[in-house]
């Protein structure tokens, strides 16, 4: 079964559906005056991509496999191939850089043409970058060039079908280049929901999930990405993988974690066999104030700890709270609006209201002031919103951007204090450094920053020196480099320090064993 619809392409220098980009309204500009001052940064138009580099020989190599239309030359299709969405991908590509376009796109359909491709790679030494929707923001779409004849996209849009379903098992097994909603349109018809919902969600691919082991906003429910994992095919230089055949087993270790959080450098992912969930008849999502940051994180903590996680749960710092609230007085009724919580819930009436009721107690214990469903319905309703606000402030002068990490419950205050102050330092004292916690676990959290600041001469060089400064900090700290956003190459400098001498040396055993030659998205992920 495939779907019905295909998501929109995304714009080569913007995020997601060109119609839906975001125009900010007189009052919002004359907020970001105030606050930084407005520039009109536009975006360069009219740049193409370099010419194409492979040859016609190679090219006819390629379209024997894969059909001649589905090998593709033009400036626009590699265009909007060319790196993904973080701010620094989208400032070179505004200012007219499309330097790292591939030389081609091409659209294998099945494991079988994927496995042929990556033959006829190795043979002439061609770099393959797997593509599936395109929303990498740790530049881990873009290949190293040197010692190879060309770069191809490897894009998966082709395949998009819903290979089987036991609903018995509760399992369904996906091919990589459904995006999320036709995923999700596909399960609705036989009653399931994968519950994968990353603010990446409506462009981001079912592959692309896989290999960067993603985790989505109702992680609290439904789990990571790689958790609902329980099978998996893949196609490498040097063979297939088929890995699952049952719901655990201690086979030695799991070999699925190695594709799984690969990001394209070991093989490419054509199918997983993942956990579905019956879809929730009852979905609410409601608020709550805590009065510090701290307190709020605690409550997670004691729901984490006590087995009762609500389906969703996110909570805003005090600075980000202030931020999103344009009427203070929506959050308890005072000028102080503290730190706001959002819970959610999705079941059958009967779960919800009987999950409901027991989060409400234990909040409710510890401090927190319920909100009604006020403030979790606008953020359901903006939940995927925020990068199209990025690109607008962008175009107005605003460097806008995102990290992330994780870290143990103990040492959460220190992190969100050192990552913020390393931040503040590094931009100035004009910029704002906002965090919420996006996901919890037992035994710790993970801290989700965005800042915004005034775009200096030299707005990638900016973001680049605080980056380096924040990840700096994190790595003091002894957190991860990175929960849920991959490492591809702009982590990989800290990656070495979290995993160690003999880590690295495993990674790059792996990728010797599986791709010989390194045609496999080479200069990702492995230090």
Excluded at 84 to 93: E, H, I
Excluded at 388 to 401: F, K, Q, S
Aim: with cysteine; hydrophobic share 40%; aromatic share 4%.
């Amino acid at each position: 079964m495939t779907p019905e619809t295909y998501a929109t392409e995304m714009h080569s220098q913007r995020w997601g559906d060109p119609a839906a980009a975001t125009v900010l309204p007189d009052s919002a500009l004359r907020l970001v005056d105030l606050a930084f001052g407005l520039q009109e940064r536009p975006a360069v138009t009219g740049a193409t991509p370099p010419p194409v580099g492979l040859d016609d020989g190679l090219l006819d190599g390629l379209r024997a496999v894969v059909g001649a239309d589905h090998v593709l030359v033009d400036d626009a299709t590699r265009a909007v191939r060319t790196r993904g969405k973080s701010t620094p991908d989208l400032l070179r590509a505004r200012a007219g850089d499309l330097g790292d376009a591939p030389d081609a796109v091409v659209r294998p359909d099945g494991h079988g043409e994927v496995a042929a491709v990556l033959a006829w790679a190795a043979e002439h030494r061609v770099a393959v970058v797997p593509f599936g929707g395109g929303t990498c923001v740790t530049g881990g779409l873009v290949a190293r060039r040197d010692g190879f004849a060309g770069v191809v996209s490897l894009d998966l849009v082709r395949m998009k079908r819903l290979l089987a379903v036991d609903d018995v098992s509760m399992t369904a097994t996906l091919q990589p280049g459904l995006r999320g909603p036709e995923a999700e349109a596909l399960l609705a018809a036989h009653g399931l929901t994968l519950g994968h919902h990353p603010q990446s969600f409506e462009h981001a691919s079912i592959g692309g999930f896989a290999a960067t082991r993603s985790s989505g906003q109702s992680s609290a429910g439904y789990g990571r990405f790689d958790a609902m994992v329980v099978g998996l095919t893949a196609a490498t230089p040097t063979g297939s993988l088929d890995l699952g055949s049952s719901p655990a087993n201690a086979a030695g270790p799991d070999l699925r974690q190695l594709l799984l959080g690969s990001e394209g450098a070991f093989g490419v992912i054509t199918s997983v066999t993942v956990r579905v969930r019956r879809a929730p008849a009852v979905a609410t999502y409601e608020g709550w104030r805590w009065p510090s940051f701290d307190s709020g994180a605690d409550a997670m903590r004691a729901l984490a700890q006590s087995g009762l996680l609500p389906t969703v749960l996110r909570l805003s710092d005090e600075n980000e709270t202030a931020i999103n609230l344009a009427d203070p007085s929506s959050i308890g009724g005072t000028d102080d609006p503290g730190c706001l919580m959002i819970t959610g819930y999705e079941g059958t009436a009967e779960q919800v209201d009987a999950r409901r009721a027991a989060v409400t107690t234990v909040l409710e214990r510890l401090g927190g002031t319920p909100l009604g469903a006020g403030p979790g319905e606008r953020w359901v309703h903006g939940r995927y919103g925020a990068p199209y606000l990025r690109d607008a402030l962008l175009d107005h002068g605003v460097l806008v951007e995102t990290l992330e990490t994780a870290t143990f419950w103990s040492d959460r205050s220190r992190l969100h204090a050192d990552v913020r102050a390393a931040l503040q330092a590094s931009l100035g004292d004009g910029a704002l450094v906002l965090c919420h916690v996006s996901h919890v676990y037992e035994t710790g959290c993970s801290l989700y920053f965005t800042v915004a600041a005034r775009q200096g001469d030299d707005p990638l060089a900016q973001w680049q020196a605080a980056k380096a400064a924040a990840s700096d900090a994190i790595v003091a700290a002894g957190a991860t480099i990175t929960h849920h956003h991959a490492v591809g190459t702009d982590h990989k400098p800290w990656l070495a320090h979290e995993i160690g001498e003999v880590g690295v040396r495993l990674l790059r055993a792996v990728k010797a064993e599986l791709d010989p030659v390194g045609v496999l998205n080479p200069g990702v992920l492995i230090p």
